[in-house]
């Protein structure tokens, strides 16, 4: 079955370091993967997608993603965190013709002072 | 330009009422999809509607069911609440003819209690 799987429920990270959000994937053909971001009180917001072409993918706010299919993995990296960056972050795929976003469980970005 | 819209905000029921969310998707897109967003969780896929039809749907049984309006708006019925209802409900729209990559937009949800 197709699934996506974010291994890490929390990350606390401190202002200014670097952060890697871990998302790994299960699909028979390579799928379209996505990371959204979710603040308290605010839509889900894209900030960046794959689909085929260079793996490595510039989003917005600073963020970037690597697709590497040997490891059947999304992750999304950013070099300096900033304490606005606090929020839940979602990676989510789909393929073929199916419009059904399968989503990850989420992991919640805290930022240290 | 606004983007896609819920409404209402927050919304408190008893079990076995009846609810209906509703959803203006984002100026000229004409596809809508809606998720339950249970606490702690990924969104989960409950149907998409596109011409006014329901074209995909999750695994959510018939208690939930939809309508898209001839302006793509679109509403969510859910019948007979249980208290595992209880969740964020998100709406999202995007253009079909952009295909399946299109991005789609989330409007803020609407939050469901069911007491």
């Known amino acids: 079955a197709q699934s996506v799987t974010q291994p890490d429920i929390h990350i606390t990270v401190s202002e200014g370091a670097s952060l890697e959000l871990r998302c790994n994937y299960s699909?028979?053909?390579?799928?379209?993967l996505f990371w959204y971001v979710q603040s308290p009180g605010q839509g889900l917001q894209l900030l960046l997608k794959?689909?085929?072409?260079d793996t490595l993918v510039q989003g917005i706010k600073g963020f970037e993603a690597e697709f590497k299919r040997s490891q059947s993995s999304f992750n999304l990296r950013k070099p300096s965190v900033h304490w606005s960056d606090a929020a839940e972050y979602f990676c989510?795929?789909?393929?073929?013709?199916?419009?059904?976003?399968?989503w990850g469980a989420g992991t919640k970005l805290i930022i240290k002072p | 330009d606004a983007g896609v819209t819920q409404s209402p905000t927050h919304l408190i029921k008893t079990r076995g009422q009846q609810v209906t969310l509703r959803c203006s998707p984002k100026s000229g897109h004409d596809t809508v999809s809606w998720y339950q967003q249970a606490l702690g969780q990924g969104p989960q896929f409950i149907f998409q509607y596109y011409e006014e039809e329901e074209r995909q749907r999750g695994n959510f049984p018939d208690r939930f069911s939809g309508h898209q309006f001839p302006n793509y708006s679109s509403e969510l019925n859910v019948n007979a609440l249980l208290l595992g209802d209880s969740a964020l409900y998100l709406c999202?729209?995007?253009?079909?003819?952009?295909?399946?990559?299109?991005?789609?937009?989330f409007g803020p949800g609407t939050r469901l209690t069911v007491l």
């Open positions: 794959y689909f085929s072409g």
């Open positions: 999202a729209s995007s253009l079909r003819l952009a295909g399946i990559t299109d991005t789609q937009y």
């Open positions: 989510a795929g789909l393929s073929g013709s199916n419009y059904q976003l399968i």
């Open positions: 699909y028979g053909a390579t799928p379209y």
